[in-house]
């Protein structure tokens, strides 16, 4: 829990480097846990995509390796998803190591720390990220219309 007074004026810099050091240590921990967590996944589902090819179980027809491909393409992208988390809790270390971590990149307000921990690379507080997140939605509506093609999960 952070609590900030405003009343004990000049000490209370000391005081807020000594908090923001314990929190930047303890965000810096998840961070490195969640970095740890999926390097592991990853390279286990890199073992699982090496070892399920053709190999194993000789020679496959065409319907059976199209599917493989399939499983594969899957394996692939959620490894690319994983390995983009894995870049943003890179950058997020490197910001700690600056002392630019838990900041707003867009408004330079601190992010909470509620927020923090539920999304520890966040780069964003949660107004601007909304407010983006409305105009990302606004835009994928817009190239729907351009495109005619996606799903519409509102209904
Ligand atoms: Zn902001």
Redesign the pocket.
């Known amino acids: 829990m952070k609590t900030r007074s405003k009343t004990n004026g000049a000490t209370a810099t000391g005081a807020t480097e000594t908090m923001a050091r314990q929190r930047y240590a303890e965000l810096k921990q998840i961070l490195e846990d969640r970095r740890r967590d999926i390097l592991s996944e990853v390279q286990e589902k890199m073992r699982d995509v090496r070892t399920d090819g053709p190999n194993d179980e000789g020679v496959l027809d065409a319907a059976e390796s199209s599917e493989s491909d399939i499983q594969d393409e899957i394996e692939f992208a959620l490894i690319q998803m994983k390995a983009e988390t894995l870049n943003k809790i890179e950058e997020a270390l490197r910001r700690v190591e600056e002392g630019t971590y838990g900041f ?6 601190e ?1 909470s720390e509620k927020r923090l921990r539920a999304l520890p690379f966040a780069v ?2 949660k ?3 909304e407010a983006r997140e409305v105009a990302a939605q606004r835009e994928r509506v817009l190239s729907r219309r351009v495109t005619g093609f996606g799903l519409d999960l509102s209904h």
Do not use: A, K, P, V
């Not at 707003?104 to 307000?109: A, L, N, V």
């Open positions: 707003c990149f867009e408004c330079g307000e992010i964003r507080c107004d601007c990220e």
